[in-house]
């Protein structure tokens, strides 16, 4: 019987070409992370605390932070619990993040036309 001989794994490099415009490409991941280290950080919370609360690994809540792994829809929604952060909240200011990334102007949460009209409405109910 002979001995198969290991062979060690090949690695490619995959290059992603720059956005046109020349900016540089922002990744969700890495904003998911950022914004969730932000707030952990701002509830001045231990990782440790968070990743129990969240029932994930600290390594792992760790890369995801540092925006090297990305988190299901499913361990977002148990990471901001463990924060008690609405999940709404976490993609708003991601989105924030990326429109300020890509140079778009980041429009209101309710268009002016609908606010208009919602306080127009509200005014005629007598409220």
Request: proline share 6%; charged share 30%.
């Amino acid at each position: 019987m002979t001995a198969k001989r290991m062979t060690k794994p090949t690695t490619k490099t995959i290059t992603i070409p720059p956005p046109r415009g020349g900016r540089t490409m922002t990744l969700v991941r890495t904003e998911i992370g950022d914004t969730l280290r932000a707030t952990r950080r701002q509830q001045n919370r231990t990782l440790r605390d968070v990743s129990t609360g969240a029932s994930v690994s600290l390594g792992y809540l760790s890369e995801i932070e540092r925006g090297q792994k990305e988190a299901s829809s499913e361990l977002l929604a148990s990471i901001c619990e463990a924060l008690d952060m609405p999940v709404s909240a976490l993609l708003r200011e991601v989105s924030d993040r990326m429109a300020l990334s890509e140079g778009v102007q980041i429009p209101d949460t309710v268009p002016a036309e609908l606010s208009e009209r919602v306080l127009a409405d509200e005014a005629m109910a007598g409220r």
